[in-house]
T-cell receptor, first 114, second 116 residues
Framework: GAGVSQSPRYKVAKRGQDVALRCDPI?????LFWYQQALGQGPEFLTY????????KSGLPSDRFFAERPEGSVSTLKIQRTQQEDSAVYLC????????????FGPGTRLTVL | AQSVSQHNHHVILSEAASLELGCNYS??????LFWYVQYPGQHLQLLLK??????LVKGIKGFEAEFIKSKFSFNLRKPSVQWSDTAEYFC??????????????FGKGTKLSVKP
């Protein structure tokens, strides 16, 4: 596709449910980032992949958060046993080459935990 | 830890007014600097970036930004705003030699409302 796509665009979960958020990066982009954006805040880094390797997961807020990119393209962010504080927009971004290139962002998934 | 400060939470201007949005970062080493814009209902888009060279960078839609290393600043400017510039603007940095993997550190954003 022409840009980064994410699905679903909106997700409502009951507290305690598991959710999975999908990111399709731009074809051929090596680097993939996940960010979390709380209401009224800027995006905050969660994790980074270079191809299928997860090189940095220092931003994941707890061990309930897990991300994968098994074939070096599509990535999934999974949140287990969701809590209300997990409510946020989850953004995916990809870049072509080394990680310091321009990042292209997807539209995000808005997660609401009730 | 690196951080980015955007001084204005919400700026309201009339069309044709000049714009300057402040951005300061805290990191003493080499940085790459970015301004992203998010128009209502749309995703984040890159306005401009600074990696090296001329500290005055020009971006899309008539925006420009000046990197002042001594002030740790990267302010965004536009001489004459239009109603279509209504959006949220985010300043971001990454540190190529700072031990990160290129992840961006964002400010909290500035909402710009332009009155027709």
């Amino acid at each position: 596709g022409a840009g980064v796509s994410q699905s679903p665009r909106y997700k409502v979960a009951k507290r305690g449910q598991d959710v999975a958020l999908r990111c399709d990066p731009i074809s051929g982009h090596v680097s993939l980032f996940w960010y979390q954006q709380a209401l009224g805040q800027g995006p905050e880094f969660l994790t980074y992949f270079q191809n299928e390797a997860q090189l940095d997961k220092s931003g994941l807020p707890s061990d309930r958060f897990f991300a994968e990119r098994p074939e070096g393209s599509v990535s999934t962010l999974k949140i287990q046993r969701t809590q209300q504080e997990d409510s946020a927009v989850y953004l995916c971004a990809s870049s072509f080459g080394p990680q310091y290139n321009e990042q292209f962002f997807g539209p995000g998934t808005r997660l609401t935990v009730l | 830890a690196q951080s980015v400060s955007q001084h204005n939470h919400h700026v309201i201007l009339s069309e044709a007014a000049s714009l300057e949005l402040g951005c300061n970062y805290s990191y003493g080493g080499t940085v790459n600097l970015f301004w992203y814009v998010q128009y209502p209902g749309q995703h984040l888009q890159l306005l401009l970036k600074y990696f090296s060279g001329d500290p005055l960078v020009k971006g899309i839609k008539g925006f420009e930004a000046e990197f002042i290393k001594s002030k740790f600043s990267f302010n965004l400017r536009k001489p004459s705003v239009q109603w279509s510039d209504t959006a949220e603007y985010f300043c971001a940095v990454n540190a190529p030699y700072g031990g990160s993997q290129g992840n961006l550190i964002f400010g909290k954003g500035t909402k710009l409302s332009v009155k027709p």
